[in-house]
Nanobody, 122 residues
Framework: EVQLVESGGALVQAGGSLRLSCAASGFSFDDYAIGWFRQVPGKEREGVACISSSDGGTYYADSVKGRFTISSDNAKHTVYLHMNSLKPEGTAIYYC???????????????RGQGTQVTISS
C-alpha cells in the first residue's frame, strides 16, 4: 500500500522556522520525484518545491525561493521541507505528493498525502 505521511505542521509566528517531513512507503522511492504543495480551502493549490530522488535535483516556486529548502533522506524514504522566514500568507495545509515524472507531479501526481496544517501568525 502506497503511503505518504506528512508531519511537523504547527502554529508559528511570522519570521519563524518549521521543518515538515514526508515519510513515503509502498513504492520505489528512488524512482520518484517528491513535491510539497500547499492549499488554502477555496483556493487553488500551489506547488512549493520538489526534489528528484534519483539525482537530487530541486525546484522551488518563486514565492519561497531563498527561504525554503527541500531535502531527501533516501535511506529513510523521507523528504523534508525546511521553512524559514515564514510569512502569514503561507498559512495552509501542506501536503507531499509523488510521481515518476516531474511534469505529472506538478499537474496530477500519482500519490499524495493527507497534509499537515501550518498556521503562521502575524
Amino acid at each position: 500500500e502506497v503511503q505518504l505521511v506528512e508531519s511537523g505542521g504547527a502554529l508559528v509566528q511570522a519570521g519563524g522556522s518549521l521543518r515538515l517531513s514526508c515519510a513515503a512507503s509502498g513504492f520505489s522511492f528512488d524512482d520518484y520525484a517528491i513535491g510539497w504543495f500547499r492549499q488554502v480551502p477555496g483556493k487553488e493549490r500551489e506547488g512549493v518545491a520538489c526534489i528528484s530522488s534519483s539525482d537530487g535535483g530541486t525546484y522551488y516556486a518563486d514565492s519561497v525561493k531563498g527561504r525554503f529548502t527541500i531535502s531527501s533522506d533516501n535511506a529513510k524514504h523521507t523528504v523534508y521541507l525546511h521553512m524559514n522566514s515564514l510569512k502569514p500568507e503561507g498559512t495552509a495545509i501542506y501536503y507531499c505528493a509523488a510521481d515518476q515524472l516531474l511534469l505529472s507531479l506538478w499537474v496530477s501526481p500519482n500519490y499524495r498525502g493527507q497534509g499537515t496544517q501550518v498556521t503562521i501568525s502575524s
